[in-house]
């Protein structure tokens, strides 16, 4: 049957259109829809050649049968029909640049077209139902993974996109909330085990493809427990993520890295926004070329400064030069605390997780040596750290040398706008806020040795109060590794 060879024709060009840069358009899909609904109903009719199996009689009955006959001549005219529809004016057609499905102000440079590419062949991939890109903070992985998502459903890849922020909403019952809201369901239990298994079954019956985005994943999260079956392309998962291990916990079958972009493309897109141009000053584009180069390759870090120095005066600039080169620390974290108090414990435990998260971090091994005054290299390790974690334990106070880590500390914070994180291990806040219990025996004994009136001891008291009054963690007792996790968290959305 001539239908069924031109079937068969249009099924084979369509696999064989690179659906990457070019869209089936929508009369093909159309076209075939109604074919096997007609290929359907002539198989379903007891056709001449199968009329050999019937009596005589009924045969002549049925060929005779003014109904039969009119269908069949209706069903030769739909045949005819659908072959002549074959010949298509326009079988595919173009698909727009990446540019084109994004809502935000998006450029796709090199570096970026790379990941985008990469992420379309996974999504079209039989092979790939769990997907991951994962890059530094700032790279511009949410606004690529939408592009990318509409450039998918445009490409008929996909019927439907659910998109979920994972990090505005970390915990999985907030997750399922909102994937009910986005495909309007109803919980009948409302048990986080009768939660999934109705989102699972939702999603697993849908007579549809889909694609679930679970953007800025920052800890272990698996999309099964929240309801997502992850082993079917009929429902592919795509996540995003700063850390490639996120990655690896749910066994993506693809993980793509999105790089910074090329000093050339930073440049590129700083003029963009910042207004740079041909007419600014040679002082300006200088000042201007270095302030592109110190946001590292990052595009939301380069349009936030490019916009905000818009027609600002040079002076701003170079300001603004000046903190970016500040703010370019050569450690994520520096950790304070007392020696032997906690270090082969709790600190220790906190540094190895936090250098296993790719944080830099400094511990300093100096401070077991002793002595009353902080060395010129943990000075300089301060200035070069962006957060400060000050573990308050009960001894810590015992240390002059801990004490003017404090001090150092608060001048960075003040000068740099860095960042300090307290955390009270098995200690009340008061202790250091107040100066009581070993605390304030400690201070005590250190106003006899440097005399009440010392300017030091006072400025370690301003010191502990002041930073005992920021917000941090306070460990009473309990599980460590869930304090660790809290703090990693908070880290983690600092950076």
């Not at 790719?358 to 300093?364: A, E, L």
């Not at 002041?466 to 460590?480: I, M």
């Amino acid at each position: 049957m001539k239908v069924i060879s031109n079937r068969d024709h249009v099924k084979k060009k369509i696999e064989a259109t690179d659906r990457l840069t070019e869209r089936v358009n929508d009369d093909v899909f159309e076209w075939l829809r109604e074919t096997e609904i007609v290929l359907q109903e002539v198989g379903n009719m007891t056709v001449v050649d199968e009329l050999g199996q019937l009596s005589r009689q009924e045969k002549h009955r049925q060929l005779t049968n003014d109904g039969a006959v009119k269908h069949r001549h209706k069903m030769l005219d739909k045949l005819k029909a659908l072959n002549i529809r074959c010949e298509f004016k326009l079988f595919s057609s173009p698909i727009p640049s990446l540019e084109h499905f994004s809502s935000e102000n998006f450029v796709c440079f090199a570096s970026t077209k790379e990941a985008s590419d990469r992420l379309l062949q996974a999504l079209q991939s039989d092979n790939s139902y769990k997907i991951g890109l994962y890059g530094k903070r700032g790279s511009g992985k949410t606004t690529l993974v939408k592009a990318v998502a509409e450039k998918a459903k445009y490409s008929k890849f996909f019927d439907e996109v659910l998109f979920i922020n994972v990090s505005q909403n970390p915990n999985i019952k907030r997750i399922q909330d909102e994937i009910a809201n986005e495909l309007n369901l109803e919980f009948d239990v409302n048990t986080e085990a009768g939660r999934t298994r109705k989102i699972y079954l939702t999603l697993a019956n849908m007579d549809r493809q889909i694609l679930v985005i679970l953007d800025d994943v920052s800890e272990n999260l698996d999309p099964e427990k929240v309801g997502i079956p992850c082993n079917s392309n009929r429902c592919k998962v795509l996540l995003t993520t700063c850390r490639q291990q996120d990655c690896e916990f749910i066994h993506c079958q693809r993980e793509i890295q999105l790089s910074p972009l090329s000093t050339e493309e930073a440049w590129t897109l700083f003029k963009k926004h910042s207004g740079i141009d041909n007419e600014s000053s040679s002082d300006l584009k200088n000042v201007a070329y270095n302030v592109a180069i110190e946001c590292e390759g990052l595009p939301r870090t380069i349009i936030d400064a490019g916009s905000s120095l818009r027609s600002k005066p040079i002076e701003e600039w170079k300001a603004s030069l000046d903190h970016l080169k500040y703010s370019r620390s050569q450690y994520d974290i520096f950790l304070s605390f007392k020696g032997e108090d906690t270090r082969y414990s709790f600190t220790g435990f906190l540094y190895n997780i936090l250098c296993r998260e790719g944080f830099k971090t400094f511990m300093d091994d100096e401070e077991l040596k002793g002595g009353n005054e902080i060395s010129s290299s943990l000075i300089k390790a301060i200035e070069a750290s962006r957060i400060s974690i000050v573990v308050f334990s009960e001894n810590f106070a015992d240390s002059p040398w801990c004490l003017d880590e404090l001090v150092t500390m608060l001048k960075c914070k003040e000068r740099k706008n860095q960042q300090i994180l307290p955390i009270f291990y098995k200690i009340e806040p008061s202790w250091v806020r107040h100066q009581r219990n070993s605390y304030g025996k400690a201070m005590t004994k250190h106003e006899e040795e440097f005399g009440n009136d010392s300017e030091k001891v006072n400025k370690w008291r301003s010191a502990l109060c002041e930073v005992a009054n920021l917000s941090g963690e306070h460990h009473k007792y309990g599980y460590e590794y869930k304090l660790v996790q809290k703090i990693v968290e908070r880290i983690r959305s600092q950076t």
